[in-house]
């Protein structure tokens, strides 16, 4: 019954931004933590950036941090994603997930969308 929803993903160019939420359905974001992953062809689902929704705080990974930024909508109630500075290296499945612990391991979030695509061209 519990359902995670990513949007916002698209085609853009390197330098552009775009900026991803991740919505859910059959309980809210307010006792979990909620993670950003992707996964490129080929390669095992990364993590990106989490965050603890009540507390607001965040971890982000070497790769992405000071371009990518984690927050929290309380009025839609949806976790974004503000992604500056996009590399083709981006280029990836972006996927929300949860968990009920203080975790980037990807195995440990319970529930996950269907991922939203992220192609940044040269």
């Known amino acids: 019954q519990v359902r995670l929803a990513e949007s916002g993903g698209g085609v853009v160019h390197a330098g552009d931004s775009l900026t991803l939420s991740c919505a859910s359905s059959?309980?809210?974001?307010?006792?979990?933590?909620v993670g950003w992953f992707r996964q490129a062809p080929g390669k095992a689902r990364e993590f990106v950036a989490r965050?603890?929704?009540?507390?607001?705080?965040?971890t982000y990974a070497e790769s992405v941090k000071g371009r990518f930024t984690i927050s929290k909508d309380v009025v839609t109630g949806t976790v974004n994603l503000q992604m500056n500075n996009l590399k083709p290296e981006d280029t990836a499945v972006y996927y929300c997930?949860?968990?009920?612990?203080?975790?980037?391991?990807?195995?440990?979030?319970?529930?996950w969308g269907q991922g939203t695509q992220v192609t940044v061209s040269s």
């Open positions: 997930g949860t968990a009920i612990i203080w975790t980037t391991e990807s195995k440990e979030y319970e529930v």
């Open positions: 059959g309980r809210t974001f307010d006792t979990y933590g």
């Open positions: 965050i603890w929704y009540t507390t607001n705080s965040k």
